[in-house]
């Protein structure tokens, strides 16, 4: 008796588990576009020209650096991850900032260079500004747009953000 309902239980699971694996695959179903995951698009305004400076993430209260690229990290598909320039003084960013994100007085050539990275205290005294970002967006998924500078100029020159999320 015991063997029976062993066996009729076992049947059961397999017939559950090979339903469950033959429905994930019928038609073909995709994700769309936008419910891909993938990076975000940010934008921003900068309180001066930090462009070609190396950004850092500091901790809420600005006394500490908490994350920071490594010397070879900086670099995008072979090429320097500069912040791309946009209409109105805006900023594309290609590193992966956030709110709490400061720049060192190091611009990405001269940290590539280093020999040895510095400590997260060295780096601190380093801080050129602690606050250098005056407005920030997130703007969606990279993979949803087709032509994105040409689109972030687009809603930044028509002064439309209703789309973007405001995170300073």
Known sequence: MKSRFFIGLISLFTGFLLTSCCTCHKGGRTSPKSELPGPQVIIY???GDFSNL???TLS???KSVISYPGPKDVYTNGKLAKPTRLSKEFWLDNRGISTNTAFLRLTYEEYTALDKMPSPEELMSMVSEKNPISKMYACGLRSGYTNME??????????DFSKFTKLK
């Not at 040409?150 to 002064?159: C, M, Q, R, T, Y």
Request: hydrophobic letters at 35%; proline letters at 5%; glycine letters at 6%.
């Open 45 to 47: 305004k900068m309180k």
């Open 150 to 159: 040409e689109e972030l100029n687009k809603a930044i020159d028509a002064g």
């Open 54 to 56: 190396v950004p850092v």
């Open 60 to 62: 809420d209260d600005k």
